[in-house]
């Protein structure tokens, strides 16, 4: 079964940085749709960035040139760096996994981990 378990959120001051990890087990990064998706409070679930089967990055507006995902396929783990912090950027973040799907749609992603915290003031 997989399982995906996200470290690195905390508390960080406006222009700070944070390095998230999400590591899986029970199946391989390489071989499926890997995301990191934020939501805060009162707001809907975004996508900020991930990797589609063919290895191709997508970013969201609001996050493109301040954030990176990355993987190491050895360590089976997700990472998103996550530089030039703003307040707006206060969130739940969470990782997610999509296998054996053509696209990586909202709806294919099915495994999810229980998320950390980011919190950025100002």
């Known amino acids: 079964q997989v399982q995906l378990e996200e470290s690195g959120g905390g508390s960080v001051q406006a222009g700070g940085s944070l390095r998230l990890s999400c590591k899986m087990s029970?199946?391989?990064?390489?071989?499926?749709?890997m995301a990191w998706f934020r939501q805060a409070p009162g707001k809907e679930r975004e996508r900020v960035s991930h990797f589609s089967t063919g290895g191709s990055i997508t970013y969201s507006d609001s996050v493109k040139g301040r954030f990176t995902i990355s993987r190491d396929n050895a360590k089976n783990t997700l990472y998103l760096q996550m530089n030039s912090l703003k307040s707006e950027d206060t969130a739940l973040y969470s990782c997610?996994?999509?296998?054996?799907?053509?696209?990586?749609?909202?709806?294919?992603?099915?495994?999810w981990g229980q998320g950390t915290q980011v919190t950025v003031s100002s």
């Open positions: 029970g199946g391989s990064i390489r071989d499926c749709c």
């Open positions: 997610a996994a999509a296998f054996g799907v053509s696209q990586c749609l909202f709806r294919n992603y099915k495994y």
